[in-house]
Structure formats: C-alpha cells, structure tokens
C-alpha cells in the first residue's frame, strides 16, 4: 500500500507539473499573435513616455579606463601688450603628452518618466619637456606637475511625452597642477552646464537645442548647443551629434563594432597651483580639438575596446590671471586682455580605453 | 482493484493540488502582457514548471526593412539563432518568485544588441514592473519600466 501511496503522489506532482508545461507549450503553438494588436493599459491613467535613446547608438559606458597619447608638439609662449606677464619665454619642446583616463557612470533612477545619472572623470595629463633647465615657467611647470581634472556629473533626461523631452547635464572639475597630497581648494572649481529640449521624433532620430555654459574652448562660455542622433533604416549608418562639442558620423559594422569619424571639442580652464609662475593666479585656458577616427567593439559580452587616433588642434593654452579663482567672461568678443599668448604644434594621438557598457 | 481506485483517486488529487499550488501563489501575478518603455514590443509573461517566461507577441516594426520580410534574431552573437523568428522570442527566462513582489534569478535578452544580461523583477504595483537588467551586480545596470496591458477581446 505505501509503495501505491508514493507511487501516486509522485506520479500526481509529475503530472501536474507536466501538465502546466504542456499547457503553456501548446498555447505557445497555438499562439494567435493578431491578439496583441488591440491592446490598452491595464493602468488607465498610464502614460506613455519616449526614451532616452534611439535603434542604433553606440552603448552609454558605465565605467571606462582609457590611456591618452598625443605626440611631441612645441609651446610658444608670448607677453600680451595688457597682460599681466611681460616676460618672454624660450620656446619649450614636448616628446610627448600623455595620461590615464578614467570615468564612471551609475544610473541612480531609472524610471519612464524620469532618469538621473551620476558620474565621475579623473583625467591626468603628464608632460615631457626635451628642454633641459629651459626658461620657460609654464613649460617647467607642466614638466614637474602635469595637469589633472577630477570631477563629478549629473545628467537628468525627463520626458514630457512620447516625443518632447528636456535634458540637462551638469558638472564640478577641479582642474591644475594639483596633486591628492596638495590638493586645490574646492572654491576653484569650475562649474559646467547644458540644458536643452528635444524631440524624439522616431525610434531612428531624434534632436534638440538649448545652450551651454562651457569651459571647452578654455575659457568660460555661453554657447547654443544641437543635438542630433539618427540611424538609417538598415542600421548600418547614424550621426551622433551634440554640436559644437562632439559630432561624429557612425558606421555600424553589427552591433558590437563600429567605427566613428569626426571630432571632439575637448578643454577647461586649469589652474596653476602648485608650478612656480609669475603670477600665482594664473589659469591655462586649455581648448583643443580633436580630429578623429573612433573604433569600437566588444571583445566579450559587455566589455568594449574604444581606439581612437587622430590630429590634436589646439585652439587655445592662452592663459589668464584670476585671482581667487574669481571667474570672468569674455566670450567670443571681449576685449579684456590676455595675461600671456601661448601657441602650440599639433601632433597626432592616439586613445585607448576598456569599457564596461551599459544594458 | 480497491487498491487501484485508491492509488488513481490520489493521482488525481495529488495532481490538482499540484496545480492549485502552482497557480495560486502570488508569483503568479507576473502572468499577462506587458509594454517596455519603448513601446517597441509586447512580452507575454508565461508560466512553465515553476518558473516564468516572457515571450514577444507583438512588434512596433514587424518587418524587417532591409528584407522585407518578418524580423528574426539577426543580432545574436550565436549564429545558429540568428534566422529564429522575433516573435514569439523568449526575452525573458528562468525567473523565480523570490516573495516581497520580486522574481530573480532569471536573465533579459535585447534582441537590438543582442546581450543577455542577469534580471530582476520588482513589481511596483499590480500593473508596474520595473525590470533592472545588469551586469555582474546590480549597480552596474539600467533599470526599466514596463506597463500591464489588456487585451482587447472581440
């Protein structure tokens, strides 16, 4: 009699269970998908909301770290008739330029109607200086301290409806020739913002516009910024572009490799802290741009390779004095002098990074 | 034969139990369609064994534009899977009911791409999901918000 009693108890938990599965595997078959066309929420006061992404775009990198390369390239240094430097400086010659690169983005609200994402960058710039005991401050102070930036970010995405959405991004860096152990008042950091509205106007394409207030040509600014993304039908080319900070144009190969052309607008304004200079408060308006081919593509599930060569422009290493860290703007047509011109030579580079992608 | 009658009257009520068991439990409140944020597809939420499955029933572009034709899993890594209809895909898979409104364990395939990424299901309220896929731990993730749906019966 036990031996019936086991008998049946399993063989009635085997059946139901298989019974469920064979169930739902034959509604699987059975499945009339035309069902599914006529559908509403089950919520009725749900809406719906568009997405902060389109079919096609290179994936958000929650962590990166990259090794940036630039070749040899010479700094002039130049007294400005109302600058506050009057000195004239040898001509300071660099090998090379180069440094680690590492940022991190978290998610910290992911909802339809909402997303808010925090980040932080440390960017280390070393320098090697071919001069030796040369005259030039500026240049033997990038030679002994190089230039970093540390800094956290906020990117808030909040859509109204399924097509019109705002975004902003704003961030705090801390930028010179600090050091962890002789580390820069937090009163000199530079504050960055955009803000801008769009239109998410299908799953390949969307835009917007707004303004920025910037540090990326150097100095401080306020500049109309554009917004556009697109990918084409078959998903073998898009545009990623946030003008007039990067734009490039993508060719997808699949989605785990793609290769990017175009540039970066790339700077901010570093202090110089630590170097011996003529003027304590003396800041390097850092602004360059970057020429470039961009290769990306994963090397195993969510682990990508990005490498990146290209031509380095330099649009400023003008530097100012701001004493107390005490901002100005001067814009595109401000008069206010400079306290020194400086030119640089434009190398090549090169930029290597591993990156953990986003789902 | 009293001994067979006895055995089959336990078959049946061991089985109904089972199934009783099966259905009954608030897992179960996963079963239905649901609509991702994109509202580019529709997952069914299906039961199998003991565990639950979600498949897409429904497609904002069923056509694949560039052939024409309906769209298969042209993005997975795995060759062999990459002519396998999308719909009707399993995206969802494994997920057990852990209790306070969650279901763990299972896995989110994004047929864009085509990863899959460790899932956890959070049921906000009877008719909200929030569907965090990640990778490794779940800080490294995006968390992603799905509306039930009802189906319209003519």
Same mark, same amino acid.
């Given at each position: 009699?036990?031996?019936?009693?086991?008998?049946?108890?399993?063989?009635?938990?085997?059946?139901?269970?298989?019974?469920?599965?064979?169930?739902?595997?034959?509604?699987?078959?059975?499945?009339?998908?035309?069902?599914?066309?006529?559908?509403?929420?089950?919520?009725?006061?749900?809406?719906?909301? /568009?997405?902060?992404? +389109?079919?096609?775009? !290179? #994936?958000?990198?929650?962590?990166?770290?990259?090794?940036?390369?630039?070749?040899?390239?010479?700094?002039?240094? +130049?007294?400005?008739?109302?600058?506050?430097?009057?000195?004239?400086?040898?001509?300071?010659?660099?090998?090379?330029?180069?440094?680690?690169?590492?940022?991190?983005?978290?998610?910290?609200?992911?909802?339809?109607?909402?997303?808010?994402?925090?980040?932080?960058?440390?960017?280390?710039?070393?320098?090697?200086?071919?001069?030796?005991?040369?005259?030039?401050?500026?240049?033997?102070?990038?030679?002994?301290?190089?230039?970093?930036?540390?800094?956290?970010?906020?990117?808030?995405?909040? #859509?109204?409806?399924?097509?019109?959405?705002?975004?902003?991004?704003?961030?705090?860096?801390?930028?010179?020739?600090?050091?962890?152990?002789?580390? $820069?008042?937090?009163?000199?950091?530079?504050?960055?913002?955009?803000?801008?509205?769009?239109?998410?106007?299908?799953?390949?394409?969307?835009?917007?516009?707004?303004?920025?207030?910037?540090?990326?040509?150097?100095?401080?600014?306020?500049?109309?910024?554009?917004?556009?993304?697109?990918?084409?039908?078959?998903?073998?080319?898009?545009?990623?572009?946030?003008?007039?900070?990067?734009?490039?144009?993508?060719?997808?190969?699949?989605?785990?490799?793609?290769?990017?052309?175009?540039?970066?607008?790339?700077?901010?304004?570093?202090?110089?802290?630590? !170097?011996?200079?003529?003027?304590?408060?003396?800041?390097?308006?850092?602004?360059?741009?970057?020429?470039?081919?961009?290769?990306?593509?994963?090397?195993?599930?969510?682990?990508?390779?990005?490498?990146?060569?290209?031509?380095?422009?330099?649009? *400023?290493?003008?530097?100012?004095?701001?004493?107390?860290?005490?901002?100005?703007?001067?814009?595109?047509?401000?008069?206010?002098?400079?306290?020194?011109?400086?030119?640089?030579?434009?190398?090549?580079?090169?930029?290597?990074?591993?990156?953990?992608?986003?789902? | 034969?009293?001994?067979?009658? +006895?055995?089959? /009257?336990?078959?049946?009520?061991?089985?109904?139990?089972? *199934?009783?068991?099966?259905?009954?439990?608030?897992?179960?409140?996963?079963?239905?369609?649901?609509?991702?944020?994109?509202?580019?597809?529709?997952?069914?939420?299906?039961?199998?064994?003991?565990?639950?499955?979600?498949?897409?029933?429904?497609?904002?572009?069923?056509?694949?534009?560039?052939?024409?034709?309906?769209?298969?899993?042209?993005?997975?890594?795995?060759?062999?899977?990459?002519?396998?209809?999308?719909?009707?895909?399993? $995206?969802?898979?494994?997920?057990?009911?852990?209790?306070?409104?969650?279901?763990?364990?299972?896995? +989110?395939?994004?047929?864009?791409?085509?990863?899959?990424?460790? /899932?956890?299901?959070?049921?906000?309220?009877?008719?909200?999901?929030?569907?965090?896929?990640?990778?490794?731990?779940?800080?490294?993730?995006?968390?992603?918000?799905?509306?039930?749906?009802?189906?319209?019966?003519?």
């Amino acid at each position: 009699m036990r031996k019936y009693l086991a008998f049946a108890a399993f063989t009635g938990l085997a059946f139901g269970s298989t019974w469920a599965q064979v169930d739902s595997l034959a509604t699987e078959e059975e499945e009339d998908y035309s069902l599914y066309d006529n559908v509403s929420f089950a919520d009725a006061g749900t809406k719906a909301y /568009c997405t902060n992404k +389109i079919e096609g775009l !290179s #994936p958000s990198k929650l962590i990166s770290v990259g090794y940036d390369y630039q070749l040899g390239y010479n700094l002039t240094s +130049i007294n400005t008739p109302g600058g506050q430097v009057q000195d004239v400086y040898e001509q300071a010659d660099f090998a090379r330029s180069n440094g680690m690169r590492l940022a991190l983005n978290v998610p910290v609200i992911s909802r339809n109607d909402l997303i808010v994402q925090l980040g932080a960058n440390y960017w280390n710039q070393g320098y090697s200086l071919e001069n030796e005991g040369i005259d030039n401050p500026i240049a033997a102070g990038l030679a002994a301290n190089g230039l970093r930036t540390t800094g956290m970010n906020l990117t808030v995405f909040k #859509p109204f409806d399924e097509t019109r959405f705002f975004l902003f991004q704003g961030s705090g860096d801390l930028n010179g020739d600090y050091s962890f152990s002789d580390i $820069m008042p937090l009163k000199y950091t530079k504050y960055s913002a955009a803000a801008l509205y769009g239109k998410r106007v299908s799953d390949r394409k969307m835009w917007g516009w707004g303004l920025a207030r910037t540090y990326r040509v150097g100095e401080l600014n306020y500049i109309p910024i554009l917004l556009y993304n697109s990918t084409n039908l078959a998903n073998t080319w898009g545009t990623e572009v946030l003008f007039p900070a990067r734009a490039h144009v993508r060719r997808t190969f699949n989605p785990r490799s793609m290769l990017f052309m175009g540039y970066e607008l790339e700077g901010n304004s570093y202090r110089m802290y630590r !170097s011996s200079v003529p003027q304590n408060d003396l800041e390097i308006r850092r602004g360059e741009l970057r020429f470039r081919f961009v290769y990306e593509r994963s090397l195993k599930d969510f682990i990508w390779l990005s490498a990146q060569v290209g031509y380095r422009y330099n649009y *400023s290493f003008d530097a100012d004095v701001l004493p107390e860290g005490q901002e100005f703007f001067r814009g595109f047509f401000g008069d206010q002098p400079l306290a020194m011109e400086q030119s640089l030579t434009n190398p090549l580079y090169f930029n290597i990074s591993l990156n953990l992608v986003s789902p | 034969m009293k001994n067979v009658l +006895i055995a089959l /009257c336990l078959v049946l009520s061991g089985s109904l139990f089972s *199934s009783f068991i099966q259905q009954g439990t608030d897992g179960d409140r996963l079963l239905g369609v649901w609509e991702p944020s994109n509202g580019r597809a529709r997952v069914k939420v299906e039961k199998i064994g003991s565990k639950y499955f979600g498949k897409i029933v429904w497609l904002k572009e069923p056509i694949d534009p560039e052939t024409n034709l309906p769209k298969v899993d042209k993005n997975n890594p795995d060759p062999a899977l990459q002519s396998v209809p999308l719909k009707g895909y399993r $995206m969802l898979k494994d997920f057990t009911y852990a209790g306070n409104n969650q279901w763990t364990g299972g896995t +989110i395939y994004d047929p864009l791409n085509g990863s899959t990424y460790n /899932c956890t299901i959070n049921m906000r309220d009877n008719n909200t999901l929030d569907i965090r896929g990640y990778i490794g731990v779940s800080a490294f993730g995006r968390t992603d918000v799905w509306k039930r749906l009802q189906v319209q019966r003519n």
